[in-house]
């Protein structure tokens, strides 16, 4: 697929924005407001990577043709896409002439020669993207969080966008409305607004495909291992709350399950019981306290969930074979 960066031919000889000659529909018109300044979002220096994929706004604009208008036969290196909000006309695809209503829209790739008209009486209304879409070199150490779905995605999507056919298609995923959405997110300038027209020239892309796409043919997701998932989220919640008082159950409420089902996930994941890996984190931190600081015993337990001292030194002894006071000093020495 040939992209490049040159300029537009054709679909630039812009009319001055005048209302089609035709009634008027009782229904409020949701895109008249972008014509308060028709060109705004193109003036902004838009380029992106999404997933292996580089965008590049060239157009991006609302414009009206008056009854009758004329863009004679001709072809770009990048992609462009018609949406009709409003009005009629037709559109010659290579040597096939198709009818335009209100509602379609139609994709012109790169080469694809094209002829569109508006109607005689009506005129036309077209929101218009025109973006350079170049493939980027793949790098190899190149890692993010979530990159791989994303490519998958974006590549989906490329592909069928490539293959898309050469007539018009109902926008029955609502891309137009991206297009009001950018243009008031642009308006706003408030803090957000870059991001929000970057995902909505993203869905664009994206729903623009899907009118192509078969519906028995839906993309996976990204999924995870749902019992890791619990083991490393029960793990967490022990992590950050085993000073206090802690059971079984308020583990398996915060994770949303069973405690028979918590049960099963520690039991996949070697963990004899709860009772004893809760045990085994509250002495493994009181270890390093032992080392790392001069605290008293009485005050590390007590930091460390062990309420009473006597039962420390219990449980201490018969898991690591010596005191508290024992293995602090054994690790000073070694430390010399």
Same mark, same amino acid.
């Given at each position: 697929?040939?992209? #490049? ?15 089609? *000659?035709?009634?008027? #529909? ?25 997933? +292996? ?16 208008? %004329? ?23 290579? *040597? ?14 790169? @080469? ?22 170049? +493939? ?25 966008? $490539?293959?898309?056919? %050469?007539?018009?298609?109902? *926008? ?14 642009? /308006?706003?300038?408030?803090? @957000? ?18 009118? $192509? ?16 998932? +619990? ?8 992590? *950050? ?18 405690? /028979? ?45 062990? $309420? ?21 000093? #054994? ?6």
């Amino acid at each position: 697929m040939k992209k #490049s960066a040159n300029t537009m031919t054709g679909m630039d000889e812009r009319e001055q924005m005048v209302e089609p *000659d035709s009634k008027v #529909s009782a229904r409020p018109y949701p895109y008249a407001i972008m014509k308060e300044k028709m060109d705004a979002l193109e003036r902004l220096d838009l380029h992106f990577r999404w997933g +292996r994929y580089g965008i590049r706004v060239l157009k991006w604009h609302l414009t009206t043709f008056k009854p009758g208008h %004329l863009i004679k036969f001709h072809k770009h290196s990048e992609f462009e896409f018609h949406f009709v909000p409003r009005g009629k006309g037709t559109v010659t695809l290579i *040597d096939h002439i198709y009818k335009l209503n209100s509602g379609m829209f139609y994709l012109t790739g790169p @080469g694809v020669v094209h002829q569109q008209t508006a109607d005689n009486r009506s005129g036309m209304e077209e929101l218009c993207l025109h973006v350079d879409i170049t +493939r980027l070199p793949d790098e190899e150490d190149r890692e993010e969080w979530g990159s791989e779905w994303e490519n998958k995605e974006s590549e989906a999507c490329m592909q069928a966008l $490539t293959d898309f056919p %050469l007539r018009p298609f109902m *926008d029955q995923h609502d891309a137009m409305s991206c297009f009001l959405q950018a243009y008031m997110a642009w /308006r706003s300038g408030e803090l @957000g607004a870059y991001t929000t027209i970057r995902q909505s020239l993203i869905q664009i892309l994206l729903r623009a495909a899907k009118a $192509t796409v078969d519906r028995d043919g839906q993309q996976m997701l990204p999924s995870r291992d749902i019992q890791a998932h +619990r083991f490393e989220m029960a793990q967490q919640y022990i992590y *950050d709350n085993y000073a206090r008082p802690l059971t079984l159950q308020e583990v398996a409420d915060r994770i949303q399950i069973s405690t /028979r089902q918590l049960q099963r996930v520690f039991h996949r994941y070697g963990v004899s019981s709860f009772s004893s890996y809760l045990e085994d984190f509250r002495l493994q931190r009181i270890c390093e306290e032992l080392v790392e600081t001069s605290n008293t015993v009485e005050s590390i337990a007590v930091n460390h969930g062990f $309420t009473n001292t006597n039962y420390l030194f219990q449980v201490f002894k018969k898991k690591m074979g010596m005191t508290p006071l024992a293995y602090r000093q #054994s690790h000073q020495l070694t430390n010399v």
